[in-house]
């Protein structure tokens, strides 16, 4: 069985993420912002199917998707771009690939105790980001 998202998680952590925003070409003004807010995720996972919200002071993100179904992401919570997105498992693990104008962009979740660990990645840049479960 898949591990079990739901809930509300809160930033603790967030390493990297100038590096990753600057791959995809985000520009200095909102990576100046975004490194600096702390982030809330509200996940409600239904089996394979799975509601996100992506919470923040600057900006709210939703995406809302079905394991192993490719779908079209706007992407506009950080570069305001259209990309074909496609979660899959990998175990416990969620592992996401983004088809678009970068490279090896995506992103892996897993959940270790109470925290929710998140690594976004495109081209050769990385960031982790961590988040401890609220409720």
């Known amino acids: 069985m898949p591990a079990d998202y739901n809930g509300t998680w809160e930033m603790v952590s967030n390493d990297n993420f100038e590096d990753v925003m600057k791959a995809m070409d985000i520009d200095f003004a ?9 982030q809330t995720k509200v996940i409600v996972q239904n089996g394979d199917k799975f509601e996100t919200k992506t919470l923040s ?15 079209e992401e706007h992407t506009k919570a950080l570069d305001n771009r259209i990309v074909k997105t496609l979660v899959t498992w990998d175990g416990d693990k969620l592992v996401c690939v983004q088809k678009g104008e970068k ?3 995506g992103w892996r ?10 690594e976004i990645h495109c081209l050769d840049k990385v ?9």
């Open 30 to 38: 909102t990576r100046k912002i975004a490194v600096h807010l702390k």
């Open 57 to 71: 002071t600057f900006r709210n993100y939703e995406v809302n998707f079905v394991i192993g179904e490719e779908f």
């Open 127 to 135: 960031c982790h980001q961590v988040f401890k479960k609220k409720n």
């Open 109 to 118: 979740q897993w959940i270790e105790g109470d925290l929710l660990h998140l």
């Open 103 to 105: 490279e090896n962009r």
